[in-house]
Nanobody, 122 residues
Framework: QVRLVESGGALVQTGGSLRLSCAAF????????MAWFRQAPGTEREFVAG??????DYTDSVKGRFTISIDNAQSTMFLQINSVKPEDTGIYYC?????????????????WGQGTRVTVSS
């Protein structure tokens, strides 16, 4: 069992930056694929960024603005968000799955955090 705890969500102005964190307990990141999803009001939860032992990927709308990184020693994943836009508003969830296959489907991730809220004001 893996427990994930997100933090770092905030109210931020358009064009600003923030960093989200996801701390994992009871298991290291070395054997997991990790990902960030977000859910805007009234929409489905969607893949934002993910990292496995073999590759990193981002959804097109965040490429060049979001950066995912992992500190294996601290079992913590980060999402650096720059040049935020109002459409980045939502609840951001950390997710994990076993193995090295990076999936963008939320059904492939058995472990989830509780989410952290990001609100971008225009």
């Amino acid at each position: 069992q893996v427990r994930l705890v997100e933090s770092g969500g905030a109210l931020v102005q358009t064009g600003g930056s923030l960093r989200l964190s996801c701390a994992a307990f009871r298991r290291t990141f070395a054997t997991n694929t990790m990902a960030w999803f977000r859910q805007a009001p009234g929409t489905e939860r969607e893949f934002v960024a993910g990292s496995s032992t073999t590759r990193t990927d981002y959804t097109d709308s965040v490429k060049g603005r979001f950066t995912i990184s992992i500190d294996n020693a601290q079992s913590t994943m980060f999402l650096q968000i720059n040049s935020v836009k109002p459409e980045d508003t939502g609840i951001y969830y950390c997710a994990a799955r076993s193995g090295a296959w990076l999936s963008i489907a939320r059904s492939d991730y058995p472990w989830w955090g509780q989410g952290t809220r990001v609100t971008v004001s225009s």
